[in-house]
């Protein structure tokens, strides 16, 4: 069938909104199809046989074990840089409310935009999790929801998905990139196919790479 | 006293089946409903119980409207105690427990005591045979403080045997109960010694109503056939004789013997005749083991359905009523104001515990 | 053992008996109602009892997230009332729960309730039981069996219940991280050793029990 | 033919009950089996149909073993039918669906027409009266060709009304099964009319077994008074008398007169004669309604528990017995060896249908 | 409509319908098994069938899964059978709807089953029924309205399903992202509007046939 010939693409959840939008400006001989989840679902399949040709993860570990594990064939690339944003709707952004309100943000032990949330907060000294505990969601999605649903009033999420929510400036408070740990999001390729070289080949051009910024990412060193 | 029932109601079911009754039910004794199986009998006690609500169908007893147009009495708040045709103990108490669980209810010692409880007082229904479950049953209604009494077939799920047994405790509490008895049953032989009042249902009517050995005589249906009742006499008490245990009782001039002591029913014996137990004869027999021998004067012959002869007896100014074949009617040449003697082994006489 | 699969199993535990009890004081008339009523809104409401059975945990979680954000209205009166907020804590876990595992506890129940003899309750009346008697002194210990096997069925799938806590109970340690959600950390962590643990005691607590309420219950009857 | 059934067990029920059996059923005409609830009848069916399983029972039915130490033949493959007390129709199948499910069963058609079913055969079971359920499993359990016929208690669910419509047909069908029926019962005047052999059952043993009236005068239980056998005698026919609706018969040398046309039955007629109907007289009675008088001797006296006498006659070498009160005895200074003369009202009489 | 909504309503409903299938060809003889045996292994095979009611169902596809990869058992059985590996397929969703759909199926068939009256299977036995006979010609016409339920029971319960879904399944269009799964997908990507329109065919599913179900068993009942 067509699906046989076309590449399937198993994408970290936040990277949605910029796939969608990249893969349609993919080489017409080029067809994708993809799914999108959580980066740690999308690698426990991978390792089960999952039928998917390319890894975009949201993360370095997952690709890494892939690999370590002999699933995967190809090198862990990184494809995008991701930053995390504090998102107070209706109110002007700013992190000391995150001594008082209730906040969210994706769990700090699994999820690369929890952990580059928490360190944003030591590094600026509000990590108080034993006086105001956030609620954690378990990837950034998950922590969006919380906040756009209004069960919480504040949350860190991924300036990706602020971008294509077209949230206003005001309301979003930008992590500085000194104060946390790189979100580098890694991709990898699980089988031979020539396509899938060439959709990272793809992904990792400089051309692509500018236009990443428009969907809430840094590129990615050159 | 009055009990008033009016009303029809379709019960919906398939086949239509309506109660249609506009009757004042008697109020006082004990009043048998007989009728076939679906004539309607368990749905006239549960609507006088309350259990099906109809409320165009108006229920007053004594004074008191239990249901009309716009009146609705509530079972538990009308004063009457049921027996069901299944003891329907609570499976979760015990025999005491079943007892004491009645709201206001009355000593339940005593009612151990009477019903026979006590060795059975800590078990569980489930642990009871048939008969045993019923007597509790009788037991815990009997608690109840009530106006009106109703038992729907109480002995109709036991077996010969148990039902035999419970039979006389069944009668005692019917006429302890001091307050009217509604009682419904099958079982014809149960409730005609008891009955003062006899209703025969059909097809959700009342169509006879009256003191049993007139309904029995008069109405054309299958169950009058059933109806042994024959005629009852009302006997005045002689002696009891322990030698032969037989009881010696008069009616006019002549003896009446029957079996048993019955001096605790009081002056007035009302003794039970099935007609088909009364023989004829012209002259007195002597001699014979027959020893109720009762001077008589036909007043009536009729022929039955099956081609017997019912003879009307006047004996002292009370009716007793034979059934013999046509071919002995034509050889003792009866008929009208011949003075006969009716013969009756006292084997077959039953006093009427009333 | 780790303290979180500690803390987890505390908060589990706790949550899953709590949902029991007010499972437990909710059902039972509401399983005699759909029981006994003849009125033609019951199917629906029928319906809507069964709905968590059939219904992605997921829909009804996000249902329930909007509807106890502080926005909703169940989240906007907590708010009102208590001054906190609701989503994200014990208590909208607990309602959560109780709306996920209802079906499970009060269709036994009202199968239950469904055979009584209606003998029993019409001896009942006529011996003088109110309707509220004869529910609470007849009905309810009649049905005792049901009621403890709608008890353990409730608290075993409370156990084990994910995608709506997922949804309104975020991941909070020692709050509302329960034991499947702490497992499907886990999995996605890649930690399938930690994970096979945890499986492993959800496992065993749910074939635990529902082995002994099965046995029970057959051995009573 | 051969009928064995031996050995005990142990039904594991609480209180504790055994069924404990060694015995030879007859495999010839009609068995009653009969005696208080729980005694066991039942168990004893389902052990011979298979039913249940207990293998330590042996079963051995004309030199089949059915069941045994190592031996098990299911119930389906028992050359057996069975009519259960509830009619157990299946609820799925119209009347008609019932007869034809039967598997190897016989000619529809005809059950329907011999049980009268042709107006039902479209309906579903759930819109039968009881009897008429009754009566589908009745025609149902005909249509399996079997060699040992089972009936369990067919008319106890039903109401009086319905079970004296139905009692002909079945004492009919136990007539035409050409095969040995075993009838389990309550109801004695059902079953002493047709049975051929009494079964006694009390705690899971037979304690009588052998003809009706030698059992039932023999055997001292709590359902001996309730068979009220009396005695059979066997009388010739002579004929029937239209105008009255009598038919004469005769034994010895005296005549017999009884209620209907029995020419059908035969030269030989059984008739069924209930102790208390028999009275005695020393000289012959003349001009009584009653039309039976007999000569008979005394052969023997006993007094029963409830303290009547009965008298033991001879009568053209047929036994016949009398039920009198003490003192009838005493006035009439009866004693082996009297002659006098036994009276039995013809309306009591009834022919036995076998 | 949009394509996606319509491609996954295709999948959702061949997968309900396969399942329904499959789930009443194998719990009528569970079900009776479970409803006559005295083996006292019974109430652990019973725990075992109700498993999936109080596992999460993330759980059972976790080991679900594992056991149908091309290493576990059943996935190198179907690999050597069929050359071809079975975890995310359009069959290993079947599998696995079919585990986790059958306590749904085979408790109120097995609940109705034992409603049996014994008295009905006597009177097929002695008029000459061989075991199998009173179970195809007696016990399931007779229980029809229970085998009705439990079908549309599971064919509902199918419909909802996620947790195991997204497990073993993947999301791949039009092979294995069913309703439940675009859902999650249209939530995740914040596409509220066609959430709210996906979680309402859902649900009016869901309803519907719950519902005209419920009244049907009652009114016939
Ligand atoms: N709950 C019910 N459901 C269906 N039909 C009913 C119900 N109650 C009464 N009926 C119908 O009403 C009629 C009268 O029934 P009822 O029980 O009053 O008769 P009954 O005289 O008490 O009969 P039985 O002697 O068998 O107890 C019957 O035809 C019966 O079919
Ligand atoms: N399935 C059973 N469960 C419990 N007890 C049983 C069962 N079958 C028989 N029994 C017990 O075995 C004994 C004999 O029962 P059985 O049914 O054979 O009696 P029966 O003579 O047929 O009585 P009935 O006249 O009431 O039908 C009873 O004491 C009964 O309690
Ligand atoms: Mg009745
Ligand atoms: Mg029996």
Redesign the interface.
Known sequence: SE?GVRL?VAVA?NF??AFEQLSRELPGDLGV?A????S??L???I?????FDVFLSADRE?PL?LVVEGVAPGQVRPYAVGRVALWTPGVTADPAMVKSK?Y?MA?P??APYGRAARDCLESIDLWRPEDN???????V??A???V??????LGFVALS?LV??QVSEKEMWLCPENIHSPIEQFAVRITDRDEAQRLIAFLIHPDTQLRLAGFGYRPIAP | MSLDVRGTVDLGTCPQFKLDIDAKLPTAGITAVIGASGCGKTSLLRLLAGLDRHEDFEVEFDGDCWQGAHVWRPPHERPITMVPQHPMLFPHLSVLGNLRCVPGGGDTHLAIERFGLASLSRRYPDRLSGGEQQRVALARAFLKPAKLWMLDEPLASLDPIARADLAPLVAQVCRAAGQPVIYVTHSLTEVLQIADHLLVMEGGHIIGSGRPEEVAAHLDHPLSPLIEVGTILDCTFVRYHNEHDLSELRIGDAAIWIRGNVEDHGKMVRVQIPARDVALASTHPADTSVLNVLPVTITDLTTAPNGDVTVDLDCADQTLRARITTLSAERMRLGPGKEIFAMIKSVALEPRRD | MNPDLLQSLAVTASLAAITTACLMLLTPPLAWWLARTRHPVRPLVEALVALPLVLPPTVLG?YL??F?????IL?GLWHTATGE?L??TFSALVIGSVVYSLPFVAQPIAASFRTTEPGLLDAASVLGFSPRQRFLRIVLPVHRRALLAGAVLGFAHTIGEFGIV???G????G???VLS?LL??Q????NYASAHLTAGILLLISLITLTFTYAYLRRES
């Open positions: 699906d399937r959840a949605r909104a199809v799914t999108y989840g959580s740690g679902l690698a426990a399949q390792l089960q046989g999952a039928p997952r074990q209730r969210t769990n032990e699994l505990p956030p609620v954690l969601g378990t990837n999605s998950q969006f929801h919380f756009s649903s209004g069960a919480v009033d998905q294509t929510q | 996000f997230l909007l106890m954000s502080r926005d909703g989240g907020s989503a994200f997922l949804m309104i975020g991941n909070i340690p709050e509302t991280r959600i499907f950390d999995v996605e962590a890649l």
